[in-house]
């Protein structure tokens, strides 16, 4: 019997936990840290004002907490493909095989396709607040959100195109041409509203998704070394 009440209280303290998680990748990506009450956080998850010390130690802790949670719900979203285009790669530099530009393509193409379907989700939407905060104004959090989400992604992706330009993936031409890339795809997120008034859409449902995703892999396709890029 005590393990059974010892397992619900887990469950019930999992539970609380998750809910301020949640609640304040919202408050926090609409308010901002210092806009955001310990109040209005609790309220919204609908716990105790409590909670938050209790389980996080400050407002601080629980901020931390929150962009360690993003990075960690981020990551479950694109984890099959990135394990599996690693695991390629790694295999490749285990026997020394090149990446091949089509197989770089490939990969490439995948990868963006499953972004736009991200970054266009409703779930989306509080992930991007953060994310744009943590850009604009970096706190000790952004390091948990590039290391959790960008970072990883945007280095792989650095991978990819510099097979696909012929080049180094760590020189500066890869690195901007990847940056410029990825913001190619980041606007339909973060510009979310002037996309739909741009494209006269009402929302953006299968159709408009089908359209987002050609678009992405028209970009992959479109890549190509500049004029003098290439010896």
């Known amino acids: 019997m005590k393990d059974i009440s010892n397992s619900r209280a887990d469950t019930r303290s999992d539970a609380t ?15 901002g ?11 919204t998850a609908g716990v105790n004002l409590q909670a938050i010390p209790y389980y996080f130690g400050s407002k601080e802790g629980l901020y931390i907490a929150t962009a360690e949670h993003l990075a960690g719900v981020v990551a479950e979203h694109v984890a099959e ?5 690693g695991r390629h790669l790694a295999e490749l530099d285990q026997t020394g095989t090149p990446l091949s530009v089509a197989q770089a393509r490939l990969f490439l193409t995948e990868i963006v396709q499953t972004m736009v379907v991200l970054f266009v ?3 989306s939407e509080a992930w991007a607040r953060f994310i744009i905060r943590e850009q604009l104004e970096p706190t000790a959090a952004f390091e948990r959100v590039y290391t959790g989400i960008m970072g990883p992604m945007i280095n792989m992706g ?8 012929q080049d180094d993936p760590a020189s500066e031409n890869v690195r901007l041409r990847s940056l410029s890339f990825v913001g190619s795809l980041l606007v339909f997120r973060m510009a979310n509203a002037a996309v739909l008034a741009q494209m006269e859409w009402d929302s953006i449902g299968e159709e408009q998704l089908a359209k987002l995703q050609g678009h992405a892999r028209n970009l992959v396709a479109a890549l190509e070394p500049a004029k003098g890029e290439r010896e």
């Open 158 to 165: 650095r991978r990819l195109i510099g097979t696909i330009l």
């Open 81 to 85: 493909i990135r394990q599996r285009v």
């Open 33 to 43: 840290f210092d806009g955001a009450s310990t109040r209005k956080l609790a309220d």
């Open 17 to 31: 936990r998750e809910k301020l998680l949640s609640a304040a990748l919202d408050v926090f990506g609409r308010y």
């Open 121 to 123: 989700s409703k779930e």
